[in-house]
């Protein structure tokens, strides 16, 4: 039986272990990138937390539930398939179809304790995204992978703008 252990000093020397066993820097760019998506995930639990509306928090679970498979990829454990942006696509079009043409605009990010949270989440996917765009570009990091990063801060802004409308209306006016 395996015992996991949660300090084993085998970072005390600045590297770190993936999955495949393979020992790299703290600061190499694929911890970097999985570290961030890990930042993200965080403010998306947060903001499900204080979130009651069942349907935005249906959205920030799968969300949540993807990212540790995404990190997963990332990390290079074997067997794990990415996670695919079919559903985040549908889910954006749906919240796309909500809004009347010219409606969309910029937003504060501080109406409410769920939409800034979101927010936070946001931008953080957005660092993921120009930092995986350097593994891509050095034939690093698999396309699938990166066009889910680049999908996710899209999907958190349809999940914000949904939010605010259902309970800001007249601010996103």
């Known amino acids: 039986m395996y015992k996991m252990t949660i300090t084993t000093k085998g970072g005390d020397k600045g590297n770190t272990s993936l999955c495949n066993g393979e020992r790299v820097p703290k600061d ?12 993200c995930q965080a403010s998306i639990g947060l903001a499900r937390s204080m979130c009651s509306f069942e349907p935005i928090n249906e959205n920030l679970k799968r969300l949540e539930d993807e990212l540790y498979t995404l990190m997963g990829c990332m990390a290079l454990c074997e ?5 695919k942006t079919d559903w985040m696509e549908d889910m ?33 996917a957005r660092r993921a995204e120009r930092q995986a765009v350097r593994m891509l570009r050095s034939g690093t990091l698999p396309l699938d992978i990166f066009a ?12 914000i703008l949904w939010y605010q409308k259902e309970f800001f209306p007249a601010e996103g006016k």
């Open 148 to 159: 889910y990063i680049n999908r996710l801060s899209d999907a958190i802004y349809a999940l």
């Open 79 to 83: 067997g794990m398939e990415p996670p």
């Open 92 to 124: 954006i079009k749906e919240v796309s179809s909500m809004f009347t043409e010219g409606e969309f605009q910029f937003i504060r990010p501080g109406e409410c304790s769920v939409c800034a949270t979101l927010h936070m989440a946001r931008t953080i």
């Open 28 to 39: 190499d760019p694929r911890v970097e990138a999985y570290g961030t998506i890990d930042e």
